[in-house]
């Protein structure tokens, strides 16, 4: 250690700005902090003026209580609060703000007003303050209620200055700021300004779907799903999820609220994940908008300065409840709406549409014999009974190119990519009832094989190695890059094992294997779409009829495992139309 280093208690001012690095990140953790504030104080409308990304000024106006002379000067005293008094409050959060740290935070970075006046006290309060220092205390006149200005944000900190993005980038993050928090409070009324435009302003709402509406308009309303749960040991969810057409390459639309505070929160996010998992495309995102009711006792909002993210007592049982109730929402969803051929939605809108059909393939009938069959089993067991919703009209008409099934019903002309039904099918026997890992059985080769493969995907086969054992592969290395293949997974037809392993060593590693919980998920689907698209013809009418009967017992009948469309509508109204017949 330098002997000649001393340890000093920082002053009072540079100990705020480095408290402040902590809170005040960049404009838009400021709105955040003053909006929650305003919601504590019990706000019925917040008004928030924006100019050049919140560099130049954040002024954030709400209807609240409002503060005393006295309050107003100790709440610009850092840990000064009105939320916590003992220990055990923290452990009972119900209040956005607690640690008495944001004002002060802001205060020190910046040239700070704030103006303040409560219903008891006919004299409002101004405090002026610069860089941290209280420069006036003065009476003024005021409504009930709370103005707070921000100017030259980080006027005194230049290194922080430089690294603010354009005005249009931060206020991109202050957007999203408010459009969080107008979700979380719909019975609050927003207005929100940059510069002279007018982006936001919202009355109050009566319900989370009415301010959905509101923010975000009727054609992206109209795609989401509404869910909730009864309270789960002392858990509650509802939310709004989108259909699984709907999904987008960003995260840009999605929400996550704890007690209505918008947090960060992996185990979430991962059961989210889960339940769209085999819904839509890799790489494509869901639009969710989730709010979890808790007791406050049972999670910890005091882990990050920023109070975004927030642990659970019991995370496992919240993810879990989280997809099942998404999973079962959406199946709900599709069959109440499209429970028949002749009410299919209009998949050909969706984001991930493609002239390309991936193709997947799913075999798992629960007797292991499969293995010796050439063909693929399409009787229906006994268990398997077409609901009445699904015996309405329809008929198989034949194959065109060999890929595309056409099928008339009292609608008109419904198109079924037959690989992607059969894919959907397969997925959802082999997976039913395994919630977690995959675990297929292994049939063991009579003689195994040797088998040379290229360097990349040897290293992607022994990086995997659990992963491929899960769905049936056993083998072994066999020096260079040489295996010996022992097992396959029960499904797999007994000729060209070489050639159909490689096929699905080329597609992984190709497409890429993101980490090793989904890789038992991703085997599967590239083994099945080397499956369907080597083998298995369905050619004969009553083939593909019962094809067409299975996918439509299936949870998610509409997309295959990659999230892309097995069926399309086309209406008589429509065909009618293009061919100018009245």
Partial sequence: MDRTSKIRVMPDALASQVAAGEVVESPSSIVKELIENSIDAGAKNINIIIERGGKFLIKVIDDGSGMSREDAILSIERHATSKIKSKNDLHNISTFGFRGEALPSIASVSNFKLTTSSKNNPVGTELLIKGGKLIAVNECGSKTGTQIEVRALFYNIPARKKFLKSDSAEFSKIERAVIAACLSAPHIGFSLHHGTKCVLNLGQATSYKNRILDVFGSEFSEKLIEFSTDDVDGIKIKGFVSNPDYNFTTRKHQYVFINSRAVKNSSVSISIRDAFKGLIEKGMNPVFILFINVKPNRIDVNIHPSKEEVKFDNSNKVQRLISETIISSISSDLKSNNNSPD????????????????????????????????????????????????????????????????????????????????????????????????????????????????????????????????????????????????????????????????????????????????????????????????????????????????????????????????????????????????
């Fill in 343 to 582: 009410e299919l939605a209009d998949l050909s809108k969706s984001k991930n549409e493609s002239d390309e059909f991936v193709e997947l393939k799913q075999i798992h009938d629960k007797s292991v014999q499969l293995i010796q069959n050439n063909m693929l089993d399409l009787e229906l067991s006994t268990s398997q009974e077409i609901e009445p919703s699904l015996e309405k009209e329809f008929k198989v008409l034949g194959l065109l190119r060999n890929r595309f099934v056409l099928i008339e019903n009292d609608e008109g002309l419904m198109i079924m990519n037959k690989r992607a039904a059969h894919e959907r099918v397969l997925y959802e026997e082999i997976t039913l009832n395994q919630k977690d890992d995959i675990n297929v059985p292994i049939q063991r080769l009579l003689v195994p094989l040797t088998i040379d493969i290229h360097r990349d995907e040897y290293e992607m086969l022994f990086n995997f190695e659990t992963a491929f054992h899960n769905l049936g592969f056993l083998f072994e290395g066999f020096g260079g890059n040489t295996i010996k293949l022992e097992g396959v997974p029960h499904f797999f037809k007994s000729e060209n094992i070489e050639e159909y392993f490689k096929g699905i060593l080329v597609d992984l590693v190709e497409n890429g294997l993101s980490s090793a919980k989904d890789a038992s998920h991703e085997v599967l689907i590239s083994s099945l779409v080397n499956l369907t698209s080597r083998y298995f013809e369905l050619n004969s009418i009553q083939e593909l009829e019962m094809l067409l009967r299975k996918l439509l017992q299936c949870k998610m009948p509409y997309v295959d495992a990659r999230g892309r469309p097995t069926l399309y509508q086309l209406s008589y109204k429509d065909i009618e139309k293009k061919l100018g017949v009245r």
